[in-house]
């Protein structure tokens, strides 16, 4: 077994494995680290009571809440990491998400780089994951062309589009990473696409755009069932030396003058925390204090709109995005959020979250449903931290915050609903144990007192040590944080090329 490389990278979703591609035929000797397995292509792939009741592609890992109490966060371990289980909505931050902004809880922060910075590599990501998609919302930042055209509107949802136009607001089309829709051989436009694996890869998930066609360079090397468990530094401090991991039940250390943490935005936080020796007693990068804090998960609340006299028959209705009370309220200054169109609810779905009632009640009630998301921004706070216990276990402390905004938002959301002819709608969001959306606990800036990492993701302390996922975040924005993630991680790659 081979364990010198060039670069070790850890964690192969959304930051992690577009690393991998984007470094792949460069020369270097490329190790990425996967914790988890493949997710086979298999029947229970699009089965709800295998993924939603069963949760068999969840982790079982259990992290504790800020009173110690252990819970199952929503996260995946596995060859593309969470992508393997996103919606695939790949939206750009606004203009306006890089600069400060004031929000009803207090002030959203500037970001170290603006817009126009990090354009040209949001064209490459869209191009790179499948996105389709076309400029027209009020908020859309100047931009090149989608690479792809949206997704249609299915025959229910274009209906309510053209009934939301009627209101006066502006719906756009959805940006989102399928692999050519309707196409013979291509997305099939299912009902099982948020939180469900693709069974015939057509989501543009990180394995599929990235994992696979980097893996075929004979320079690229995936481990599976790999869990970074430490990082090691030289004596002085200054540069990562060596990488503990376990393989398949076997401890082995690996060296490479560059490691690329990729974790995610809790478990990169984690890794640094746990990895704490004599130059870093308060954990790796840490000289700054800000290691695992700030953490930050979208204010997100799921809605289910009903009328029982309008069966909904849209397999695919998740196309829409209402961008108008994204930086203003209706009946305030200050930005609420955003509004998207989501997959489809099956009954089962639904008992899991409220399981009262006999399931051929909730498919009635889903049959005759539309589901959305309404999302508002979460604010860095300096005490929504993640920590590592004494025994390694991850505990995450976190209370939401600009709640006020979000809950105008929803209530806007009923307003629009209501006059959409819906009877009613439901409600559901997770609290103070949102794991997804997750950001911020790794900073990036241009000061080292006041963040951990550059304009280019390393760490001001550790010359050699990178942290490419959402931890760089300084605002998580109201959008998707995805392909921020993939247009740094372009960003950085073309860094680390030209050094």
């Given at each position: ?43 229970a792939n699009w089965d709800p009571v295998a993924v939603w009741k069963d949760k068999i592609y969840q982790t079982t890992e259990r992290w504790l809440d800020e009173r110690g109490k252990p819970f199952r966060p929503y996260t995946h371990y596995n060859v593309g990491g969470n992508t393997k289980f996103w919606g695939s909505v790949l939206y750009r931050l606004r203009r306006e998400d890089f600069e400060a902004l004031d929000l009803m809880d207090g002030v959203s922060p500037a970001w170290p780089i603006n817009y126009e910075t990090l354009a040209p590599y949001y064209d490459r990501a869209e191009a790179l994951y499948h996105v389709h998609g076309a400029a027209g919302d009020p908020t859309d930042p100047p931009r090149n062309p989608f690479p792809h055209a949206p997704v249609p509107h299915a025959p229910n949802m274009a209906t309510l589009v053209a009934q939301l136009q009627t209101l006066g607001l502006h719906p756009s089309a959805l940006p989102l990473g399928v692999i ?320």
């Amino acid at each position: 077994m081979n364990t010198q490389f060039d670069i070790i990278i850890i964690g192969s979703g959304a930051g992690g494995g577009t690393m991998a591609h984007a470094l792949a035929g460069s020369g270097a000797r490329i190790l990425l680290l996967e914790r988890g397995g493949v997710v086979a292509q298999e029947t229970a792939n699009w089965d709800p009571v295998a993924v939603w009741k069963d949760k068999i592609y969840q982790t079982t890992e259990r992290w504790l809440d800020e009173r110690g109490k252990p819970f199952r966060p929503y996260t995946h371990y596995n060859v593309g990491g969470n992508t393997k289980f996103w919606g695939s909505v790949l939206y750009r931050l606004r203009r306006e998400d890089f600069e400060a902004l004031d929000l009803m809880d207090g002030v959203s922060p500037a970001w170290p780089i603006n817009y126009e910075t990090l354009a040209p590599y949001y064209d490459r990501a869209e191009a790179l994951y499948h996105v389709h998609g076309a400029a027209g919302d009020p908020t859309d930042p100047p931009r090149n062309p989608f690479p792809h055209a949206p997704v249609p509107h299915a025959p229910n949802m274009a209906t309510l589009v053209a009934q939301l136009q009627t209101l006066g607001l502006h719906p756009s089309a959805l940006p989102l990473g399928v692999i050519r829709p309707g196409e013979a051989g291509g997305c099939v436009l299912c009902n099982t696409c948020n939180s469900f694996p693709c069974q015939i890869h057509r989501k543009s998930d990180t394995e599929v755009c990235c994992i696979e066609p980097a893996t075929a360079h004979p320079d690229v090397e995936l481990w599976t069932h790999a869990r970074a468990e430490r990082l090691h530094t030289n004596s002085a401090g200054t540069a990562i030396e060596s990488v503990d991991v376990e393989h398949h039940g076997e401890h082995v250390r690996v060296t490479a003058p560059m490691v690329i943490v990729s974790c995610g935005a809790v478990n990169s936080a984690a890794l640094l925390l746990k990895s704490a020796n004599d130059r870093h007693p308060d954990g790796l990068a840490n000289s700054s204090g800000l290691v695992g804090r700030r953490y930050m998960a979208h204010l997100a609340t799921m809605m289910q709109s009903f009328n029982p006299l309008r069966v909904n028959r849209d397999e695919f209705q998740k196309t829409v995005a209402i961008n108008d009370f994204y930086l203003r309220g209706r009946n305030t200054r200050f930005p609420l959020g955003q509004i998207q169109s989501q997959g489809r609810t099956h009954g089962i779905m639904a008992k899991v979250v409220v399981p009262h009632l006999p399931l051929w009640l909730y498919d009635a009630w889903v049959a005759r449903g539309v589901d959305w998301l309404v999302m508002s921004e979460d604010l860095p706070v300096h005490e929504n931290r993640v920590t590592v216990t004494r025994d390694g276990r991850v505990q995450l402390h976190y209370q939401p915050n600009n709640v006020r905004a979000h809950r105008l938002l929803v209530a806007e959301m009923k307003r629009i609903l209501r006059q959409l002819g819906f009877w009613g709608t439901i409600t559901f969001n997770h609290g103070n144990k949102n794991t997804t959306h997750q950001c911020g606990t790794i900073v990036f800036g241009d000061d080292p007192r006041t963040s951990v990492l550059d304009r280019f993701c390393r760490t001001h302390d550790i010359h050699n040590l990178f942290v490419v996922d959402a931890s760089f975040f300084p605002s998580s924005a109201a959008v998707n944080p995805a392909l921020t993630i993939i247009a740094q991680a372009l960003r950085v790659a073309d860094h680390i090329r030209g050094q």
